[in-house]
């Protein structure tokens, strides 16, 4: 891939916003969960999305976007090895800050309601703190507080700094429940309402 891509346009002639999701997967829970945040965030007609594997990503195709979803499985505790990997490459990058300002945000999937995925989360804020970028968080609020079914509930598992998703024990990548698919789907939304208010910010000033 070349480390920048043409513009395109939306229908009023405005250059479109490019926004990465870029994951690794291994059993298909956390590709799944990248397709239904890339979904929701298409809803926003003037941002151009693309699904990005993390393995064999060259750091400098990072230039062409302007925000980023992270997504790796949570091993114990933190991110995958593949997806560590990918954050060190850019490590030239960090020196000379090439990637400050742009948006951030993170998601991580796990077998345990638990299973630590907070402290995967906090890595993938680190590193974007690290490189300067702005990071948003998940603003959805928890729908089994009102009286939706826990499993079809949005923001079930309560998580604020990003998008946390339960797989369960299975091999099977496409066994997610309703409510983590409906909330892939808002999270990937608010990205790119968030990214648009920032373009809107920038084009006013």
Same mark, same amino acid.
């Given at each position: 891939?070349?480390?920048?891509?043409?513009?395109?346009?939306?229908?009023?002639?405005?250059?479109?916003?490019?926004?990465?999701?870029?994951?690794?997967?291994?059993?298909?829970?956390?590709?799944?969960?990248?397709?239904?945040?890339?979904?929701?965030?298409?809803?926003?007609?003037?941002?151009?999305?693309?699904?990005?594997?993390?393995?064999?990503?060259?750091?400098?195709?990072?230039?062409?976007?302007?925000?980023?979803?992270?997504?790796?499985?949570?091993?114990?505790?933190?991110?995958?090895?593949?997806?560590?990997?990918?954050?060190?490459?850019?490590?030239?990058?960090?020196?000379?800050?090439?990637?400050?300002?742009?948006?951030?945000?993170?998601?991580?999937?796990?077998?345990?309601?638990?299973?630590?995925?907070?402290?995967?989360?906090?890595?993938?804020?680190?590193?974007?703190?690290?490189?300067?970028?702005?990071? @948003?968080?998940?603003? #959805?609020?928890?729908?089994?507080?009102? &009286?939706?079914?826990?499993? *079809? !509930?949005?923001? /079930?598992?309560? +998580?604020?700094?990003?998008?946390?998703?339960?797989?369960?024990?299975?091999?099977?990548?496409?066994?997610? @429940?309703?409510?983590? #698919?409906?909330?892939?789907?808002?999270? &990937?939304?608010?990205?790119? *309402? !968030?990214?648009? /208010?920032?373009? +809107?910010?920038?084009?006013?000033?």
């Amino acid at each position: 891939m070349p480390a920048f891509k043409a513009q395109r346009l939306n229908s009023t002639g405005f250059i479109m916003k490019k926004l990465a999701v870029i994951y690794h997967s291994v059993n298909g829970h956390t590709e799944q969960i990248a397709g239904h945040i890339a979904s929701g965030a298409r809803e926003t007609s003037d941002v151009d999305v693309t699904l990005l594997k993390a393995e064999g990503l060259v750091p400098q195709d990072l230039l062409a976007y302007d925000a980023f979803v992270f997504g790796s499985p949570t091993y114990l505790g933190g991110v995958s090895g593949v997806f560590k990997s990918f954050m060190d490459s850019t490590g030239g990058m960090w020196k000379r800050q090439q990637l400050k300002g742009k948006l951030a945000a993170g998601f991580t999937v796990s077998a345990l309601p638990s299973g630590d995925k907070q402290s995967t989360l906090l890595s993938m804020f680190v590193f974007a703190m690290q490189h300067g970028m702005v990071w @948003v968080g998940n603003a #959805i609020l928890p729908e089994q507080h009102s &009286g939706v079914p826990y499993e *079809e !509930a949005a923001n /079930r598992l309560g +998580s604020w700094s990003g998008l946390m998703a339960q797989a369960g024990h299975t091999l099977n990548g496409d066994t997610l @429940v309703p409510g983590d #698919i409906k909330t892939a789907i808002m999270f &990937g939304a608010n990205i790119a *309402e !968030a990214l648009m /208010r920032m373009t +809107s910010q920038e084009v006013t000033q």
